[in-house]
C-alpha cells in the first residue's frame, strides 16, 4: 500500500501548528510530505522546503501555483494541509477543492461566515474530502466517551460543562502566534472564543452528539486595547432540554491549555481533562467513581481502535492529531466508513458559534438561536 | 474563662445539620450546650435531649418558651444555634434576639425575602451578634486566598469561576434530608441555588471582596416532578468589571460535595477544592505553579490563624466549621475584632442572590441587577 | 450518660500532641479533662490549667501527687492521657494503672525494651484498659481497607509498601519538638524508624492482618551530627510469604506528613495516602480502578461505622485521632466489644520492631526475627 | 539532508515493542524503514514486510543474511533495531556491528552476561554506535531533572526511591508478551527484575548521576509455577553514601506502567510518574512544592531540548521513545556531542544490576557488590 502524497500550505519556519501537522501526518505512516507553499517570504519557503525534504521544485511561491501544478502531475498530491491562519484558509481551500485534491483544514473553518460559505460551497461542489483538524475529538478516551454516550451508559444527558482555560495572552504579547491571533483581521471577530472556544465547543456536541440550539454569551477582552475577546462565557441550551457552560479563557493564569469536558446524565457522567489525557474518571450513580484508562480495563470499542499502546504507556497531544491524519488516509482510501473526522458540517458549526456568541455579547448576552 | 453556654433549635435525632453544629461547637472547647428545642415532637425532643446531656428542664417543646425561659436564668445561655429547615429561622431567630440572646444560623438565612427581612431587623433592633455559618469560610486556605487577593498577589481580579456539584438528588429521593429541600414551602423558591449555591455565591464574595451587580441565571428541575431547581447555572458580572460563572447542582452524577472555586487575576491565580481543602494551587504569571498546603510553606497569617494541627495534618469540613463557632465565641467574649465570620449582611446577599436568580430565569435568564 | 473523666500528663504550653488529644477527646463529646500534671515547670503547669478550665486543686506538680490524689477521690478520672516524650511514658503509665486507672498513652509505647515491658506488665497486674494512639488506624478507610482485606477483596496478601515521608528535620532543627525526638535519651535507640517508622509498621500490620515474621533495615543519620536516625529503610517478610517494604523518612524534602499505604494481593490491591484521606482507590484485578470515598459508594459497614459526616465533606487527622478516644470511652463503659483500638500488644510489638531495625541495621542491615 | 535508513529484526505482526520503535523511528522524520528480518516464520516474514511497506527482497529471511547482504548494499541500512525477545538480542547485535552496521537494541542489554559481554566486544571492536532504548529517560523531565541535579538544585543527594509496578502477569497468563518473559531460557534469570527493574534502576542512576556501590535484594515469584521473579524488592547503597530503595513488581494489582521516581537531596527535593509524564513536582527546602510542566514556566535547557509542543500539550510515551530515536540519527550524523541516549555502557550496568540481585537474593538477600 502506497503512501499517501501530502502537501502543505503555511507552516514554514516559526510556525508552530504546522509541525504539529507534519508530525501527526508521520506517526502512524500514512503520509509523505512532497510539496508545500510553505511560506509567502520565498526565501523561507525555500530554506523550509529544504529542511522538510520537499524537493525544489515541488516548493511553490504561491498556493495558487501549487495547486495547478500538483494537480496536474501524475504523482500529484492526494491532499493538501492548510495551516495558515484562519483568514487565509478560504482562499486556499477553495482552489485545491477546486483541482480535485482533498483538504485537511486547521481549525476554525475560517475567518468570517463568507469565506466558510465559500468553501462548503466548494466542498459540495468538488465531492473531495474535507477535514477540519478538530484534533481533541482524536483522544481515544473521548472516542471511548462518544461512545458511551450513544450507547446510553449515562442516560439522557443533562448538563455539559466543557472549558477551555490559558493564560498565555494574560499580559499585552507579541510574536508570530499572537499576532494574527488578536487581529480580528485575520482571526476573525472571535479571539479566544474562536481559537479555543470552537475547539470545546465542537469537543461537547462531538462527544455528547447533541446540538446546541440557543446560546448567551459574555464576551470579554480584559488585556487593555485587546481588539477581541481573551475571555468568553457561554451559557448553552441544548436540544431536548440538555444545559451547557462553556468557558474560553486566553487570560486564566495557571492554566497551560486545558481543555475539560465534564458531562452529566440521569444514570452517569464522566469527567476528562486533556492535560492528563490518559484517564477519565466515570460514574454510575449510586455507585464509586472509576478510573478509566485509555486501552485499560473496561475499554470500548471505539476507546481501542486509535490506540498505539497498552494501557500505563501515555498517548499525547500528537498521537490524537495523528488520529485525523489516519482517518484522513482511510476515508481518502476509501476503506473506512466509520471515521469519525470532523469535516465541514463541524466546520460551519463552529463559525455559527463563534458568530452567535459575538452577536449576542453585543446585545448584552441576549438569547441567540444557533 | 468559663465555656459559653449554647441552646440549640432543631437538630433532633435523625437531622444532618444539628450534629454537625454540636460537634464543631466543641471542638475548640469554647461551647458547652445545655438547653434545646430539638424537635416538634415531644417524645423526640425528650430523647434527644437525653442523649446530649441536656438538662430535662432545659429541652423545650418549643423555641418560644426556651427563648423566655432561657432569658429568665441567671445561668441561660448565651446564643442559640438554628439548625431547623429554610423556613424555620426567622421565627426563633427574631425570638432568641428579641429576648437578648446571640443567633448563630444555619444557611441560607430564610426561605423567603420577608423572613429575611424581620430577621434582619431585629438583629438591627437587638444590637446582638447574627453569626450564619456559611462554614466554608472557615477553611484556613479560604482565609489565605482571601488574604492574598486582598494584598494584591493575583493583581486586579478579571475572572471567578465558582461552582459546587453533588448527585445526591440525581434521583427522586425521600428522607429527612431530601423532602424539605425540594418543597419550595419549607426550602424557599431556590432549590440548589438556595442550599448550595449560596455556599459558592458567598464564597467567591468572600475571597475576592468582590460585590456582584447582575447576573443571569438558566434554573433547571431536571428530576421529573420536582418543584425547585437542582441544577443552576449563573453568569455573573462584578462592580469593577471582573466576570464570573457559579454552577450549582444536584444532579451532578460522580459529585459528593464537590464545592470549587478559581479565582484569575492580572497577575495571578489560584484552584481550590473543597474534597481536599489543605491544598490549593497558586501561580504567579510566568512563574511555575505552587501547591500551597495548610499551614505549610507560604502560609499567611490569616491562614494560619485558625489551623490546629501542622501542614500535612489534614484538617476537615469540621474543623472549618469549628473556626465560626470558635469565632462566634470571640466576638461574643467581645475579644476579636478581626473575626471573619458571615452575618446579616452576608445572609441578606444570598437572599438577594437567590431571588435574582429565580427572577431572571422566570425572564428567560435575563440580566437581574443584584 | 455522663461524661467520661479525663487527666493528662504533659501538654502543657507549647506542646503539640498534647493539644491534638484534648481536641480529639471533645470531638464526640465522650471526655471532659479535669485533671492534669502539665508540665514540669511549676509555672507552666498553673497556666496551662488555668488555660485548659482545670481546677487548680487538680492541676497537679507531678504525676505520682496525680495518681495517687485522683485514685483517692471519688470523682476521681477515669482515664489518663500520657502525652511526654517517650522515654516518660512508662513512669506515669505504671503509676496510673496501679492506681487502678485506664491508661490512653501516646505513641510509641516507650523509649527502651525495658520501659516498654514494665508497662506491659502493669497493663497486664492491674487489668485495666491501655490504649496507644497510634491515630492513623482510626481512619475511617483503613478501618475499611481493614475489613476489605478480611473478607477477601484482595485474595492472599502478597506485597505491602508502607511508607512515611516528612522533611522537616532536613536541616539541623531546634525546638520542643525536634529536641527530644533527635536525642536518643528521650526519644530511644530509634529516630525516624520510632517516631513514625512504627505509626506505618503499625498501619500495615492492622489494615492486612499480617504479622512481620524478620526484617532487614537500613538506618541513616543524614544530618550531620545527628545522633538518631532520620531515615530508615526496611525489608520485611511476614509470616504466610507475603513481602513488604517499609521507608520512614524525616529528611525527604518536599513531603510534610506523607503515610501512605500500598497493599497487593492475588485478587486485588488498594492506595491510600493520610494527606488526602478521604480517598482510596481500589482494584479488582482486571476491572477499572474505582476511588472509594469515606462514606461513600461502596463504603463497608466498618468504614461507615466511625464517621461523623457524609461523603464529600472531608474529615481529618483530627476526627480519626477522636475514633480513637471514642473506643477508648466505649471499651472502659464496657459497650464496645468491637473496638479497634491498638493497645499493649501492638505497643510492644513496636518496640520490638525499632529494636529489630537497629540491630538489623548495626550489623549491616542482616536480616532479624521479630 | 537524507533520511537514515533503518533495518528491523524481530518485530512482525503481533509483537508489540517492534511496532513502538518503528513510530518512535518516524515521529521525528530522521528514519525511514527499508530492510527486515521481521520473523521466524518466511510467512510471516512476507506479510509483515507488505505490510510495512519493506521491498520485498529486503525482507529477509534471517538476520544473518540480512547483516551480509545490507553491508554489501551501497543503499544498505545505516542501523537496525532489534526488537527481539531478551536472549536473541546478541546474535543479531553482534552481527551487525560486525558488519559495520549501527545498531539501536531493546532493553535489558541480554539475557546473559556471556551475551552481553559478547555485544560489548562487538561495540568495542567495530567502532560503531550501539544505542539501548532505556526510553524512559527520552522523557524531557526526566533530562530537566538529571541538569537540575547536576547544577545543585537538590544539594548532594540523600535518597532514591524508584518503583516500577504493573500488574499484567497477577495471574498465569499465556501470549506472545508473557511467555518469553517468564520464560528464564529467553528472558534471562530476571523476571520483573529485568524487564522492567533495569529501566527503574537505569531511570534513577541516570538522573542523579549515582552509580550504586552494593545491593540487597529479595526476589519473589508469586504466581504459583512461575519460574523467574514477579516481584522484587532492593535495597541500594550509592557511592557517596545516598540510599535507595527500588521496586519492581508485574502482580502489583491496579498498576498499569507505574514507573516512578522521588529524589530528595539537601536543598531539595522531586517527583514523578510514567503515567503523566509531562508533570513533576519539585521542593526547594522550606519553600511551597513547584508543578513544573514539560516545556512550560521555569523549564530548563535539556527539558526544553527534545520537547515538540507548547506545555499543556501533552507529549508521552512515544514522544520519549522518538527521541532516542533523533539522537541515535543525531549520533551517527555525528552531529549531536550532547546526546543522552544510553548506551553499551548502561547496558553491562544493567546486566550487573540483574545479575547482583539474583545472587544476592539466592543468599538470602545478602548485600552484593556491584
Redesign the interface.
Known sequence: ???LRLGMVGGGQGA?IG??H??AA????DWELVAGALSSDPERTRASAA???IAADRAYGSYEEMAQAEAARADGIDAVAIVTPNHMHAGPAVAFLNAGIHVICDKPLAATMEQAEAIAEAVQRSGKHFILTHNYTGYPLMRQAREMVARGD?GAI??V?V?YA??WL??ETHGKQADWRVDPAKSGAGGAVGDIGTHAYNLACFVTGLEAERL?A?L?A?VPGRKVDD?T?V?L?FKGGA?G?L?A?Q????????LRL?V????????WA?????VM?????????????RA???ATEAGLRNT????????????GFATIYAEAAALIRGNDPDAHVPGIKEGLAGIRFIAACVESSAR??A?VTL
Not at 487570560?251 to 497551560?256: I, R, S, T, Y
Not at 452529566?264 to 469527567?271: C, D, H, V
Open positions: 500500500m502506497r503512501k508552530f509541525g504539529v507534519r508530525i508521520r506517526i502512524d505512516g529542511e522538510l525534504g449515562l443533562r448538563v460543562q472549558e490559558q493564560d494574560a499580559e448567551a459574555d470579554d480584559f475571555n462565557q451559557m441550551r444545559k457552560a468557558w479563557s487570560v486564566a493564569v495557571g492554566n497551560e491549555n486545558a465534564r452529566y446524565g440521569e444514570k452517569g457522567g464522566f469527567e486533556q492535560e492528563n489525557p490518559n474518571t466515570f460514574t454510575r450513580f449510586g455507585q464509586p467513581k472509576q478510573i478509566l484508562t485499560g480495563a473496561g498505539r499502546t497498552p494501557g500505563g504507556h501515555p498517548e499525547g497531544y500528537l498521537e448584552d448576552a438569547w
